[in-house]
Each structure stands twice: as C-alpha cells, then as structure tokens.
C-alpha cells in the first residue's frame, strides 16, 4: 500500500511534475511552491540542494544558480499519496528566495471579503526587498 510503504514512489502528472511546497528550515516560513519532475527529484535528492523544474523555460533550474540563493535541502517529506513533495531549506547567499527580490515569494496576502466583479485587492506583507533584482539578474523583474 503507497500510504505505508517505506519507499518513495512519486506520482507525477500528466506533464511529468510534481509540486513541490518549500519552507525555512528554521523559521517555518513558506518560501515558494516550485514543480520537479523525476530528474530534479533525484539531483535535489543526490546533491542535497533544491533543482526544480522551470515549466517556463521548459529545463532543470537548480535555484541559486544566478542569484547565490541556493536552497540547501534540511529535510524532505512526501505527501500520503506521493503526489507532493515538501522541502524545509536554508537559503544561501542573502537569505531571499523571490524573483522579485523578497524574501518569500508569498509577500502578497488576498483581501479576503472583497466579492463581486474588481479583482480583490492585494495589500504586500513584506515591505522592503531584501536585494535589488536588477542588480543581480542585469535586468528588470
């Protein structure tokens, strides 16, 4: 049975991808929901750093790479059904993970309440960048 079992099985989806939810190691905050498929799993899993699966560019992205964020895996965890996979990590470098040049990638929270037919507004949790995207990627975000 999957749910006992002591052996990793992952259930990819019809693309060959798995979600991957990745949190501080230390603090517990969410950082970034990213995809691996079998390879990243396995390199993540061999090197003991997060690869992920960039369906953007459509190739392995090893995070960090560019940037000096790199993710070092603490602890991985699948999911009951093998459908999802769960990193706790520290981050290298200047402790950020977004793109954008925060913190987490979650620095945005949904005004909840707000139906009706204009988007909901999005009010930013995190207030300042913890470094400036142009300067590390030598372009706009």
């Known amino acids: 049975m999957l749910e006992d079992g002591k052996e990793l099985a992952p259930r990819f989806d019809e693309n060959g991808l798995i979600p991957c939810i990745t949190t501080h190691a230390e603090t517990g905050d969410l950082l970034m929901v990213g995809y691996m498929n079998a390879d990243s799993l396995a390199k993540s899993i061999e090197c003991g750093e997060a690869v992920y699966w960039s369906r953007s ?23 009951c059904d093998q459908d999802a996979i769960w990193i706790k990590v520290l981050v290298e470098g200047n402790g950020a993970t977004c793109h954008v040049g925060y913190h987490s990638c979650f620095y945005r929270s949904v005004e ?7 988007p909901p507004a999005l009010k930013f949790e995190e207030t300042s960048k913890v470094y400036d995207p142009d300067e590390v990627y030598g372009r706009k975000s």
């Open 57 to 79: 560019r459509q190739e392995l992205w090893k995070k960090g790479e560019t940037s000096g964020q790199t993710q070092k895996i603490v602890e991985m965890r699948t999911d």
């Open 112 to 118: 909840l309440g707000e139906a009706g037919a204009k």
